[in-house]
């Protein structure tokens, strides 16, 4: 069976310190990779998406980037936090873009 | 940019009531799917509806999609506190590719 895995769930970081978040799929085969960001409670915003390897399509613009070094392996990071990046941040897979996704667990930031 | 605006954004009630969520657009969706979502975890699918005026029902929740493909609803039957959570509409475009997340309800089941 397929399963996700974000790490870490919980992340306190001073503002200007760099981020890095990781999520990996396994089960699956060069799955559809999304990262999204939820504020408190609402809804969900989609930030990047990725359907291969080295492939990063950017939905807003911002602080944040993201990379796919391996296949099931979809990276999200920043070289400089701002105040406005806290947030759940969520990633998620799916086996095609008319397909249901799966999300994983997500980790809370909080910038201080 | 396609917009799904769900109503209402909160709503308690107590165990045994009934309730309605709704998910509303001006753009037309291929499909529409419904997820539930706990504090401090990702969502979680709980249905898809693909054709207009389709209705689903998952034991004591029933999902319908509007005839015109523009909008949907979720009632649930006889509320219990394991209903408890965020619920989350989610259009996909004609073009399949993008899924467009509504802001959500949050319910809260009082026992």
């Known amino acids: 069976s397929q399963t996700i895995h974000q790490w870490p769930a919980t992340l306190v970081q001073p503002v200007g310190s760099p981020l890095s978040l990781e999520c990996t799929v396994e089960?699956?085969?060069?799955?559809?990779l999304y990262w999204y960001r939820q504020a408190a409670g609402r809804g969900l915003q989609l930030l990047f998406y990725?359907?291969?390897?080295?492939?990063i399509s950017s939905e807003v613009p911002q602080n944040l980037s993201a990379s796919r070094p391996q296949d099931r392996q979809f990276i999200l990071s920043s070289k400089k936090l701002l105040l406005s990046d806290s947030g759940f941040y969520l990633c998620?897979?799916?086996?095609?873009?008319?397909?249901?996704?799966?999300f994983g667990d997500g980790t809370r930031l909080s910038i201080l | 940019t396609q917009l799904l605006e769900q109503s209402p954004q909160f709503l308690s009630i107590q165990e045994g009531e009934n309730l309605t969520v709704y998910c509303n657009s001006s753009s037309v969706f291929s499909s529409l799917q419904w997820y539930r979502q706990e504090p401090g975890e990702g969502p979680v699918l709980l249905v898809t509806v693909v054709t207009g005026g389709e209705v689903k029902k998952l034991k004591r929740l029933t999902f319908q999609f509007g005839d015109a493909r523009k909008d949907s609803s979720l009632h649930i039957t006889a509320a219990q506190p394991g209903d408890t959570g965020l619920y989350l509409c989610?259009?996909?475009?004609?073009?399949?590719?993008?899924?467009?997340f509504g802001g959500g309800t949050r319910l809260m089941v009082k026992p």
């Open positions: 998620a897979w799916g086996t095609g873009f008319n397909q249901p996704q799966h």
């Open positions: 989610a259009g996909r475009d004609n073009a399949g590719n993008m899924l467009t």
């Open positions: 990725s359907v291969g390897i080295g492939q």
């Open positions: 089960g699956t085969s060069n799955p559809n």
